[in-house]
């Protein structure tokens, strides 16, 4: 099945940003299946998982930025690298930075496949060693690359350090201590630019299929979280 049937029968769901009006609305077939079907601009790869709008009010490119995170309950506030990158060097990128985070790590699984449930759903496992869960990850990277509805965190509680897969496939880096972090993206060339806008910050679509739904519950299990 194609990338735009995938999204047809069974997941076509865009996110509007400060949009009164989707760029989609009144767009033909052939218009439709030329936009979902371009997965490169520039020397930029997108993995099947996302797609910006059809008026691309965001042009996907590699980069980071640095921003903080307040935190509602605390008001405490925590550094935040958030960072894009090209579909060929994305999820070695993602395991690499798990390795500051130390031998022994807790991991959250991120789940958006029931329409029924507004935003997403977080499933907890604490304590797993890190080479088993790298091993386990890298088992179902088909799934965690190009599944628009799946996600991963990996966490180490204290210090407080967290890097995030998530399902539009940015990397989202939290802690105190960032610097080897941000050194892991500038060895795969990744370049500090604070204005960067991500797609998560305009109308986006996201793609997912009934084979990565039951990969994920294959996921679930191999992680523990099968009830």
């Known amino acids: 099945m194609g990338f735009l049937k995938r999204f047809l029968s069974n997941v076509f769901r865009a996110e509007q940003h400060r949009a009164s009006r989707s760029s989609f609305e009144s767009l033909s077939d052939a218009e439709l299946e030329a936009h979902l079907g371009v997965n490169r601009y520039g020397s930029f790869v997108l993995s099947d998982a996302i797609r910006p709008s059809f008026d691309l009010q965001v042009i996907p490119r590699e980069g980071y930025r640095w921003d903080l995170y307040q935190e509602e309950e605390t008001g405490t506030r925590v550094p935040v690298i958030m960072a894009s990158a090209s579909k060929e060097k994305l999820f070695d990128l993602f395991l690499d930075l798990l390795d500051p985070l130390g031998p022994e790590v807790d991991v959250v699984l991120e789940t958006s496949h029931d329409p029924n449930v507004e935003g997403h759903v977080d499933l907890y496992r604490e304590h797993i060693d890190l080479p088993v869960l790298k091993s386990t990850l890298y088992d179902f ?16 509680p204290g210090p407080p350090l967290e890097v995030q897969f998530d399902e539009h496939k940015l990397l989202v880096i939290y802690g105190e201590e960032l610097a080897e972090l941000e050194d892991c993206l500038r060895r795969v060339g990744l370049r500090r630019d604070d204005a960067l806008r991500f797609l998560t910050e305009a109308e986006h679509v996201h793609s997912t299929s009934d084979t990565y739904l039951e990969q994920f519950e294959q996921l679930m299990v191999r992680l523990g979280l099968d009830g």
Do not use: R, T
Request: charged share 20%; aromatic share 0%; with cysteine.
């Open 141 to 156: 990277e088909d799934l965690l690359l190009n599944d628009g509805c799946s996600g991963v965190a990996v966490l180490n």
